[in-house]
Nanobody, 121 residues
Framework: QVRPVESGGGSVQAGGSLRLSCTTS??????MGWFRQAPGKERERVAS???????SYADSVKGRFTISQDNAKNTLYLQMNSLKPEDTAMYYC?????????????????WGQGTQVTVSS
């Protein structure tokens, strides 16, 4: 059973940085991603990475966020720099049922409980 567990959220001022971590119960050979959901908004994909290391980002975070993984530690990371108030949301780690990443959230079968990120102006 894959059980993603997120950590690293918190409160920062605009322009600051945070690094989110997501540990899983075992080695993951499928696509993994970070998603976020702000109050009153739909959940959106932030970034994803496949087992070959190919990454994809939402336009709103390109150049500011970096997704990476440490397979030896079964850990997924999201480095977030130049944070903006609009980045405030609950951030979720998710594991896809497929090796290739897709834009469909339905492909992600395993979800963590989330970690809150709050950016103040």
């Amino acid at each position: 059973q894959v059980r993603p567990v997120e950590s690293g959220g918190g409160s920062v001022q605009a322009g600051g940085s945070l690094r989110l971590s997501c540990t899983t119960s075992g080695y993951i050979m499928n696509c993994m991603g970070w998603f976020r959901q702000a109050p009153g908004k739909e959940r959106e994909r932030v970034a994803s990475i496949d087992m070959k290391g190919m990454t994809s980002y939402a336009d709103s975070v390109k150049g500011r966020f970096t997704i990476s993984q440490d397979n030896a530690k079964n850990t997924l990371y999201l480095q977030m720099n130049s944070l903006k108030p609009e980045d405030t949301a609950m951030y979720y780690c998710a594991v896809s049922a497929w090796p290739q990443c897709t834009s469909s959230q339905g492909a992600y079968h395993y979800w963590g409980q989330g970690t809150q990120v709050t950016v103040s102006s």
